[in-house]
Each structure stands twice: as C-alpha cells, then as structure tokens.
C-alpha cells in the first residue's frame, strides 16, 4: 500500500515539472518571436536602398519657411531611420520665382516650394478664392476651413494635377501701414496704396487707388512719397524696416486663404516604397504646424519692431469695420460670380467659407 501510495506521487511530481517545462519553453518561444519580429521589421527599413531627393526653394535659407523647411527635412531622415535624405537648394537656384511649378512639373527638383501666388501658371481656384477667407486672423480656423473645401471641391486638387502637395500655408494677414494716419473708412479716398490680387479691388471700392509693385520697392516708394502706404503683414517691420519710414498701422486684418506651397513631382512620388509614402504622408501635418509657427513668431517679432519703432497702431471703430467689412464682402461676391462665369464653382465655395467662418469662429 505504502509502495502504491509512493509510485502515486511520483507520477504526479513528474507530470508537474514536465508542465511547467512546457510552459517556461512556450513563453521563451513567444518571447524569441516577438523579438524576431521587431528585429525583422527594423531591418526591414533600414535596409533600404538611402533614397536621395533634392528640394528647391525662391527663398534663401535664413527666411522664415526655410527655418521650416529645415525641420521637415531633418525630421523626415531621422523618421526614415536615416534612408530619406533630401538636399536643399536655396534662393531660386534650381527652381526660379515665376517657374516653379513647371520646373516641378519637368523633374528639375523632386520636391519643391511652389507657391500659386509667385507662379505665371494661371490658378484660378486658388486666386479667385483667395480673399473668401477674410475677418480670421485665426491660422487654425482657416486651416479648418481650407480642408473641408478641399473635400468638398475637388476643382482645389485638381489645380496640381501632378504634384503631390507634401505641405500648405495660411495666407498672410495683412494690415495698412501708411504715412498718414488712416482713422476712419472716409480717411482711405485719395490715397495710393500697394496692394495685390483681388485686394486691389477693394482697395478701389474704398476710394484709394490700388497700386501693384514688388515689396522690395515699397520702401522707397514710400519714404520719397511716392505712394502712401502698402497692405502688408506686420513682420515687414522687421523684415523691411517699414516702421523707419511710415508711422501708422491701421489694423484691418485682412486674412487670405490657405493655399499649397510644397510638393513632390508625382512622377518621383510614384516611384517611392510604400512605406517611404507613408513617412511622408505621416509628417505633412508636421511642416504645416511649423510654417504656421513660423510666420506667427515672425508677425510677433514685427509688431514689437513697430512699437520699438514709434508706429501707431489705429483700431478702427465698430461702425467703420462693420462698413469696412460689407465692403470686402461685395468685392468678393463679384470675385466668386467672376469665377462662376468662367465655369469654376466660385459661389458655391465662397458661400461654404462663409458658413464654415461662422461654425468654426464660435
């Protein structure tokens, strides 16, 4: 009974450390696989081919969407695990001002800055819509709105046909800086006044003459008095002194649309690893986020030069900005009919940005 008893437990002890054997090898094999996997997939990626881009600007590399610029690319290598490497050419030496999208077009840089506003290639989505967006100096809210249209009005996209757009910009907010002190609407007729696009026209309606020449000439256009003042972001008083040479800003935060200012020609694109795409794709929100962070930093810096500089900034009253206000939307209805004459959804678009303005500025 007693040799029963013995044998009896015996076999149980065995059974029991076979078990437990079992289950020490099943997890070391679960753990060696995990650890074969991550293994595998890291080198999966770094064993690819280094993939070398070059990315052409207009602007030199100290500007402010350089700065961005910069982290982008920096960040797109380090999030290749070195493999995404993408050399930068500054100041229009591979894609010029007037010609970039073309240049884009035809492969002379894989990537490249490319801005509707600069081209000589007609964009009349983009141009036509650009002052719908007025009354919202709040990047976000525009940003919103701009995304929503791109879903809604695929004529947006349709303008870059062969270009992946890799980053957009706000618009600049624009303010009236002048040599003469514009305190009311009345205080606008007579005056010369630098503008551009649509913004000419209401320049127009308010009784000054909108005037169209380069920024660079502004300065001395204004301090030999040539013309009165400009529409011009506040960083202009750090960037191009303007505060040495007019002494009033009327705040009339003039806001323009969002529009693409970086992409890839589609043709290089197409030939990237789907993997290299979504590193890509994974990081356009990154380069939006620091040029907006850019170009708000910059519009700081330069009100802050024009208070160390002596300029006056003006608010105007409820009542002026509220006739302020119908005027600018007049000139853009007769922008969106203009672009429904031409086939394009003009009203229809500005009619959503409207609306969305008013959803998304609650």
Sequence with gaps: MNKKHFSYTALLLIIAVIMLTSACTSSTTQTTTTTQTSVTTQTTLTSQPIIQLTYGSINPSTHTYSIADVAWIAKMKADSGGIVQITPYWD?????????????????ADIGYCSPGYSTKPYPVHVGTLGFYYGLP???????????????????????????????SVGSTYQLITNTPVRTIDDFKGLSIKGTGVFLEVLKALGAEGVSLPMTEVYTQLDKGLIDGCLA???TFA???????????????????VYATRGMNMNVWNG??????????????????????????????????????GVQYIELSAADLAKYNQIVESVMLAEAGNMDAAGLPGTAMYEEVRQLAEQYSK
């Design 92 to 108: 229009g030496t591979l894609l010029s001002k007037r010609e970039a999208t073309d240049e884009l077009l035809k492969g002379v």
């Design 138 to 168: 709040d990047y976000q809210v525009r940003r919103a709105i701009y995304n929503q249209l791109t879903k809604d009005f695929p004529e947006i996209e349709a303008e870059f046909d062969g270009i992946k757009i890799l980053c957009t």
């Design 233 to 235: 972001p506040y960083e």
């Design 239 to 257: 960037s191009l002194h303007f505060g040495e040479v007019a002494k009033y800003c009327t705040v009339l935060n003039m806001t323009s649309a």
């Design 272 to 309: 990237l690893p789907a993997n290299i795409q979504q590193i890509f794709e994974s990081n356009i929100d990154f380069w939006c986020e620091q040029d907006d962070s850019g170009r708000f930093n910059t519009d700081q810096k330069g009100y802050d030069q024009g208070l160390a500089d």
